[in-house]
Each structure stands twice: as C-alpha cells, then as structure tokens.
C-alpha cells in the first residue's frame, strides 16, 4: 500500500553508513528528507548527494535532516562517499541507508517493477518532527532532484504549519503569503495579520509573510 501525506512514516532499524540506525529515535525532534538512489557509484545520484552535503548549512538552519537510501551494502557505500567527495568537492554528512534485504525499501513503496524489479526508484519524502508524512515525490531514474525545491517546500510546510496562511505559486521565503479562507473574523485577522492584508477578492487575501 502506497504511503499517503499526513500517514506516519514506517519506523525501521537498518544499517546505514554511520552503522546501525533506528529512524525514529534518529529523527528526534527534527524536520527530515528521506531520499532514495537507484544505486550506488551512479552519476546523477553522484552529484545529488553532493548537492545535500553542500546544503548542510541549510538543513541546519531550518532543524532538518538528511538521510538517503540505497540497496546497495555499506561496503558499497563507503567507496562510493569517498567519490562524492572527490568528484562534488564536498564531505557527506548524512547517512546512507544499506537497503540490501529491501525492507525499507518495501516499506516505503520504493521498488516499482515498472521501473526495476531491484532498484530503488528516485523517491523523496519530506517528514515532520510528530513523524508524519508530509511531501512525497518521485522522479526518474534520469532526472535529478531539484534540492533548492525541496528548501522551497520545507519553508512553505514550516511557515503554514505555525500560521493561518497558504503560499501561491511559485512562493520564495520573504514574498506574500496567502490567508485561509477560513479566517473570516475581523479582530482575528487584525490579531493574526498586523501588517494587513491586499483582498484581491474576497477568498483571495495577500498578506505579507509572518515572521518565522
């Protein structure tokens, strides 16, 4: 059964590149990106787990982690570490998941036979600190990710989660946000929204964003 946003995420213990890892007790009380890599020593996921380790800094900022996946041993993935070091002029600071058995992999839907009946497809997931699913996507095996995408998306889970606002299309942190509609009393809104708000009509309400 496929995982659906809001749904918790599969708790598992596995090894991983940092050794053994329980993915809960690991995630604590932090945000998380779970990603999946069809293999190791494979380019585009060469240059992916470069661009996360380039983002540590992000990451940080925002109480997310990193975890990716591959069904590739650990063996495997020390090699392939010291690669993406070399080759991304980086350092991996997160850990990989060594999906060899494919129990994680089964838990999270992450092997389509359309696709391979081995391989993982490129599959991300975006998780919230009560562990609960909150963004899933899957991309082709030819087609990298777009991780200032994913920044993009957390600013906008993390901000709509602690106020009564939406963000419209194609939102960067800092721009106008959108106010529920739901949000109809005048005292509430003046409580909620004291910079004011632009009513382009009256379900369509810009405010400028919240202070995080």
């Given at each position: 059964?496929?995982?659906?946003?809001?749904?918790?995420?599969?708790?598992?213990?596995?090894?991983?590149?940092?050794?053994?890892?329980?993915?809960?007790?690991?995630?604590?009380?932090?945000?998380?990106?779970?990603?999946?890599?069809?293999?190791?020593?494979?380019?585009?996921?060469?240059?992916?787990?470069?661009?996360?380790?380039?983002?540590?800094?992000?990451?940080?900022?925002?109480?997310?982690?990193?975890?990716?996946?591959?069904?590739?041993?650990?063996?495997?993935?020390?090699?392939?570490?010291?690669?993406?070091?070399e080759?991304?002029?980086?350092?991996?600071?997160?850990?990989?998941?060594?999906?060899?058995?494919?129990?994680?992999?089964?838990?999270?839907?992450?092997?389509?036979?359309?696709?391979?009946?081995?391989?993982?497809v490129r599959?991300?997931?975006?998780?919230?600190?009560?562990?609960?699913i909150?963004?899933?996507?899957?991309?082709?095996?030819?087609?990298?990710?777009?991780?200032?995408?994913?920044?993009?998306?957390?600013?906008?889970?993390?901000?709509?989660?602690?106020?009564?606002v939406?963000?419209?299309?194609?939102?960067?942190?800092?721009?106008?946000?959108?106010?529920?509609?739901?949000?109809?009393?005048?005292?509430?809104?003046?409580?909620?929204?004291?910079?004011?708000?632009?009513?382009?009509?009256?379900?369509?309400?810009?405010?400028?964003?919240?202070?995080?």
């Open positions: 059964m496929s995982l659906r946003l809001g749904d918790i995420a599969p708790d598992f213990t596995q090894d991983s590149s940092i050794g053994p890892l329980s993915f809960h007790q690991w995630l604590g009380d932090s945000w998380a990106i779970l990603f999946s890599h069809p293999a190791d020593y494979t380019p585009v996921c060469t240059t992916e787990l470069g661009a996360t380790a380039k983002l540590a800094g992000e990451f940080k900022k925002r109480n997310v982690k990193a975890i990716a996946l591959s069904v590739d041993p650990v063996e495997s993935h020390h090699g392939w570490i010291k690669d993406i070091n080759t991304q002029s980086t350092e991996v600071n997160f850990p990989i998941i060594a999906d060899a058995d494919r129990k994680v992999s089964e838990l999270y839907d992450l092997i389509h036979p359309n696709a391979s009946a081995t391989a993982t599959s991300v997931f975006v998780i919230d600190p009560s562990k609960k909150r963004l899933t996507l899957t991309y082709p095996a030819s087609t990298g990710r777009n991780f200032n995408e994913l920044l993009r998306v957390i600013d906008s889970l993390q901000l709509t989660e602690y106020h009564s939406a963000t419209p299309a194609n939102w960067e942190d800092g721009q106008d946000v959108v106010i529920l509609p739901s949000i109809t009393d005048p005292v509430v809104l003046k409580t909620k929204f004291p910079k004011g708000f632009k009513a382009v009509k009256p379900y369509l309400r810009l405010t400028p964003q919240p202070n995080k």
